[in-house]
């Protein structure tokens, strides 16, 4: 099992030059909520491995020094100070047409531990959901709160980067200028496992609503360069039909390997 992640919001204690700036004992006090979670629902103590980040590929290993009370965990950080770890590719963003009750959040969720590197959620034409005023930024709010916490249960130093809501006009362009763009699409299309892949750059996926793409979004978006393709036989679940493609694209570009 490897070090159990927490997130520090910025690296700013550390300096820009990767040593550990004011903390010249090396190191570090995580406290509020993280801190809480470490000392109360993790019981971790002194001597366990940490991994600190900011989730944005900046990351540093430690270990336990101490607990202070129900929510400050004391680590000393290890040598070599603040890493990065760099982007993958190639990228992969998955446009996911906005679900039903809580199957958004169970999409991220699992798309993140999957290991995609970007969520665009879409307002479909025929998506019964819609987010709206303040009950959308809510919504938008709990994908991005399951994408951070997902990203530390698998451990990822760089979290996936949710989006704000976005249009059919506004994912056609994304497609647009995208190395290679897929709408899954069952009907008279081809699979997506044998589709050519380029060997870096940025792949798209397009994830419609329980009802499907519509006509006119599919028109939009292989004027866009995205073309329909398929997975196998059996119909996915929208919430579960962007996990499945993206590791399909995650075992194919040697990013599983």
């Known amino acids: ?33 993280e801190g809480r979670h470490a000392v109360s629902v993790k019981r971790l103590r002194a001597g366990e491995d940490v991994v600190l980040t900011d989730g944005s590929g900046r990351w540093a290993p430690g270990v336990v020094a101490a607990t202070e009370g129900k929510d400050r ?22 446009v996911q047409a906005l679900p039903k009750g809580d199957r958004g959040e169970l999409a991220v969720e699992t798309m993140t531990e999957t290991g995609v590197d970007a969520v665009v959620p879409w307002a479909a034409a025929r998506c019964v ?36 809501l976005a249009t059919t006009k506004q994912v056609a362009a994304l497609l647009a200028g995208a190395d290679f763009a897929a709408v899954l699409h069952e009907e008279g299309s081809e699979p997506l496992a044998t589709a050519e892949l380029p ?3 940025h792949l798209v996926l397009v994830v419609g609503p ?43 570009t040697g990013r599983w390997s």
Not at 8 to 29: H, K, L, M, Q
Not at 142 to 162: I, Y
Not at 233 to 245: D, F, I, M, N
């Open 1 to 33: 099992m490897t070090a159990p992640v927490f997130v520090v919001e910025d690296f700013e204690d550390f300096g820009d030059s990767g040593d550990f700036g004011p903390a010249a004992d090396g190191r570090y006090v995580l406290e509020g909520p």
């Open 73 to 94: 965990l004391v680590v000393t950080l290890g040598e070599g100070g603040v890493r990065e770890e760099p982007a993958e590719s190639p990228r992969i963003t998955v």
């Open 129 to 164: 959901t819609q987010w709206k005023g303040e009950r959308g930024q809510k919504a938008l709010g709990k994908w991005r709160a399951t994408a951070r916490e997902a990203g530390k249960q698998s451990r990822r130093v760089r979290f996936p980067e949710v989006a704000e």
């Open 199 to 201: 060997a870096a750059g």
């Open 210 to 252: 329980e009802g499907g793409v519509s006509p006119d979004e599919l028109a939009a978006f292989a004027q866009a360069g995205a073309g329909p393709h398929r997975l196998g036989r059996s119909v996915l679940r929208t919430s579960t039909a962007g996990t499945a493609a993206a590791a399909l694209l995650l075992g194919r």
